[in-house]
């Protein structure tokens, strides 16, 4: 499935964990009987969550979830200005660079994909998705709460 603001989906403000979630429990309650959920990045916190929240969820693979190991605060506060100041493509190249910690050859690749157009896109999901991780080393997630 495209997670909120990924792929064909739309975005809906304020975003929340939990509306990510609902969407995942939503698709696994449309397939019949039960599921394998992969994962992949914020995807594996989302899918994590979502088993909490459904017993339709028999396997579950998480790959690469995000794990906080610095403080990132002044660097999302330098993405978001420069995106206030519409350099869209200055903020994810730091995103890339400084948080998820790509080389700047690899960066470079990923700007000739034309997938990059889609991250540019949605360069505000990156800084959401860090922030919501920034309080703490993880998702507060439903049997933790």
């Not at 034309?114 to 920034?134: D, I, K, M």
Request: with cysteine; proline share 5%; charged share 25%.
């Amino acid at each position: 499935m495209d997670r909120r603001a990924h792929g064909a989906s739309g975005d809906t403000l304020p975003y929340s964990l939990q509306k990510e979630v609902e969407d995942v429990v939503a698709v696994v309650a449309a397939q019949p009987g039960p599921v394998f959920v992969l994962g992949h990045s914020f995807g594996a916190v989302c899918a994590f969550e979502a088993a909490f929240h459904t017993t339709k969820i028999a396997r579950l693979a998480l790959y690469e979830p995000p794990v906080r190991l610095a403080d990132h605060s002044a660097i999302l506060a330098r993405m978001e200005a420069m995106m206030r100041a519409g350099d869209r493509e200055g903020a994810l190249m730091t995103f890339m660079s400084e948080i998820v910690l790509i080389s700047a050859d690899e960066v470079a690749a990923m700007k000739a994909r034309p997938s990059w157009a889609g991250l540019l896109a949605t360069v505000e999901t990156s800084v959401r998705r860090t922030e919501r991780c920034r309080s703490t080393n993880s998702i507060p997630l439903a049997h933790e709460r």
